[in-house]
């Protein structure tokens, strides 16, 4: 599986933007998808993750609420919807798939990624 990030750019405080997370392979149903983002001078966290069907999902606290993540498996794409951006949400965004992997344990980085896509800049500036 290839994962492609995009949907990254330039918003003002408040905006929104939707990150998009394409996957080139087989078999997508059958990977636990995360969004980790990094941002300069820290280390990369997971922000959200989505288990192989959508049914649960996870949050990283500080962006719970204003972050929804989902999945279009028909597509093999995932999808990272940010609202109500600060300037603290800048960061290089990655999505990463496991197979058969536990969104619960991917998003804090327990189990590792089998693949991860190359990132896509959000920067969040007036």
């Known amino acids: 599986v290839q994962l492609q990030a995009s949907g990254g750019g330039l918003v003002q405080p408040g905006g929104k933007l939707r990150l998009s997370c394409a996957a080139f392979?087989?078999?997508?149903?059958?990977?636990?998808i995360s969004w980790f983002r990094q941002a300069p001078g820290k280390q990369r966290e997971g922000v959200a993750s989505?288990?192989?069907?959508?049914?649960?999902?996870m949050y990283e606290n500080s962006v719970e609420g204003r972050f929804t993540i989902s999945r279009d498996n028909s597509k093999n794409t995932v999808f990272l919807q940010m609202n109500s951006l600060t300037p603290e949400d800048t960061a290089v965004y990655y999505c990463?798939?496991?197979?058969?992997?536990?969104?619960?344990?991917?998003?804090?980085?327990?189990?590792?990624?089998?693949?991860w896509g190359q990132g896509t800049l959000v920067t969040v500036s007036s």
């Open positions: 989505i288990d192989n069907d959508g049914a649960r999902t």
């Open positions: 392979g087989s078999n997508f149903k059958d990977y636990t």
């Open positions: 990463a798939a496991k197979y058969l992997g536990n969104y619960l344990m991917l998003i804090k980085l327990w189990e590792s990624p089998d693949y």
